[in-house]
T-cell receptor
Framework: GAVVSQHPSWVICKSGTSVKIECRSL??????MFWYRQFPKQSLMLMATSNEGSKATYEQGVEKDKFLINHASLTLSTLTVTSAHPEDSSFYIC??????????????FGDGTRLSIL | QKEVEQDPGPLSVPEGAIVSLNCTYSNSAFQYFMWYRQYSRKGPELLMY??SSGNKEDGRFTAQVDKSSKYISLFIRDSQPSDSATYLC???????????WGAGTKLIIKP
């Protein structure tokens, strides 16, 4: 159980293109989803937290107009990198927390999206 | 000083050895402690999730939390080459709060 699917796994596109990444919880309802960015050989850096039906909360230094997050349902959140440039190339990972019995649940992660901007 | 300290390694051990991975932290408010395994170009996979102090065992994995020393450990018994990965510790004040991550330890199990 607790499977999070992320799509696409790898995308290469030209500078100036907007790219949408999907994150789905397959077998549970996710009240909260998180978006992370990871640079090579570094730990995960939280970009934003999103709750279903409300606006995302962005971490300091993350441009909300650049990284658009939509959490339209309890099983789907999307991250859109608008007008992507080479410096946006990175590994983007989502995670989700479910509403399991007993309340507190850990974050479960998708397999990440490798974004390469030419 | 970082909130969570973790030796990045790499840690190289022979197959079959017992592996000990550790993290120290400074925030005494942390209550939830996690260990994730991450293979190259994949997302982190939850291995162990513990609340407060104590031990938790799951197959070949044992997690220990010592809140008095602000120290957590992950032990892997009978290590296999397939255990080669980066192991990340993470902790939070509340389960819905932001996770604070260690740097990750790269583990190499030599056949």
């Amino acid at each position: 159980g607790a499977v999070v699917s992320q799509h696409p796994s790898w995308v290469i596109c030209k500078s100036g293109t907007s790219v949408k990444i999907e994150c789905r919880s397959l077998d549970f309802q996710a009240t909260t989803m998180f978006w992370y960015r990871q640079f090579p050989k570094q730990s995960l850096m939280l970009m934003a937290t999103s709750n279903e039906g409300s606006k995302a909360t962005y971490e300091q230094g993350v441009e909300k107009d650049k990284f658009l997050i939509n959490h339209a349902s309890l099983t789907l959140s999307t991250l859109t990198v608008t007008s992507a440039h080479p410096e946006d190339s990175s590994f983007y990972i989502c995670s989700a927390i479910g509403t399991g019995a007993g309340g507190n649940q850990p974050q479960h992660f998708g397999d990440g999206t490798r974004l390469s901007i030419l | 000083q970082k909130e969570v300290e973790q030796d990045p390694g790499p840690l190289s051990v022979p197959e079959g050895a017992i592996v000990s991975l550790n993290c120290t932290y400074s925030n005494s408010a942390f209550q939830y402690f996690m260990w994730y395994r991450q293979y190259s170009r994949k997302g982190p996979e939850l291995l162990m999730y513990t609340y407060s102090s104590g031990n938790k065992e799951d197959g070949r994995f044992t997690a220990q939390v010592d809140k008095s020393s602000k120290y957590i450990s992950l032990f892997i018994r009978d290590s296999q080459p397939s255990d080669s990965a980066t192991y990340l510790c993470a902790m939070s004040v509340d389960s819905n709060y932001q996770l604070i991550w260690g740097a990750g330890t790269k583990l190499i199990i030599k056949p």
